[in-house]
T-cell receptor, first 118, second 116 residues
């Protein structure tokens, strides 16, 4: 069965410092990986995805993520954090082999709250 | 372009009451989903509809029913609300092609439901 782990409930960084939000996954085949961001009282917004190819994926708002197959990780990164990046971040995985029926559904991590202080 | 629209945004119910949450998308997506979000538990899939005319259970379907009214609309019904169903409910849609799963889901802004 596929699963996603976000080991940190909260990450605190100072504005201007680099940030990393961690994600590890487990799937039987090759993964499709996604990062979403949720601002207060809003739905999830898509940030970036890894499907295949280059392990470094660039997304919206200056975020990027690195796919590491050997470590089964897909950590979200940003070189210089902004106060406006403070939000809840979700990692999600889908099995690329079985995309039909229930096996094709996204599995979400429990979320990591990012707090960026001035 | 509205994307995914959910109504209502807030609702308070008494135990045993029934209610239907509405969701509509204007992106011509085939697949639609209902999730619930609870603190510390991420998003859990309640029901999904891979295409118009089909619906299937997700991870936590008990106490809920759904209707895929047409390609645009996917509703979630609580027949007899219970306090355990107090949650934030999100609808999502996804462009889906047979054999592919690499498209992101698009989410509405949620319905905040409290059951007393």
């Amino acid at each position: 069965a596929q699963s996603v782990a976000q080991p940190e409930d909260q990450v605190n960084v100072a504005e201007g410092n680099p940030l990393t939000v961690k994600c590890t996954y487990s799937v039987s085949g090759n993964p499709y990986l996604f990062w979403y961001v949720q601002y207060p009282n809003r739905g999830l917004q898509f940030l970036l995805k890894y499907i295949t190819g280059d392990n470094l994926v660039k997304g919206s708002y200056g975020f990027e993520a690195e796919f590491n197959k050997s470590q089964t990780s897909f950590h979200l990164k940003k070189p210089s954090a902004l106060v406006s990046d403070s939000a809840l971040y979700f990692c999600a995985v889908r099995d690329s082999i079985n995309t039909g029926g229930s096996q094709g559904n996204l599995i979400f991590g429990k979320g990591t709250k990012l707090s960026v202080k001035p | 372009n509205a994307g995914v629209t959910q109504t209502p945004k807030f609702q308070v119910l008494k135990t045993g009451q029934s209610m239907t949450l509405q969701c509509a998308q204007d992106m011509n997506h085939n697949s639609m989903y209902w999730y619930r979000q609870d603190p510390g538990m991420g998003l859990r899939l309640i029901y999904y509809s891979a295409s118009e005319g089909t619906t299937d259970k997700g991870e936590v379907p008990n106490g809920y029913n759904v209707s895929r009214l047409n390609k645009r609309e996917f509703s979630l019904r609580l027949e007899s609300a219970a306090p355990s169903q107090t949650s934030v409910y999100f609808c999502a849609s996804q462009e889906e092609h047979r054999g592919y799963g690499n498209q992101p889901q698009h989410f509405g802004d949620g319905t905040r439901l409290s059951i007393l």
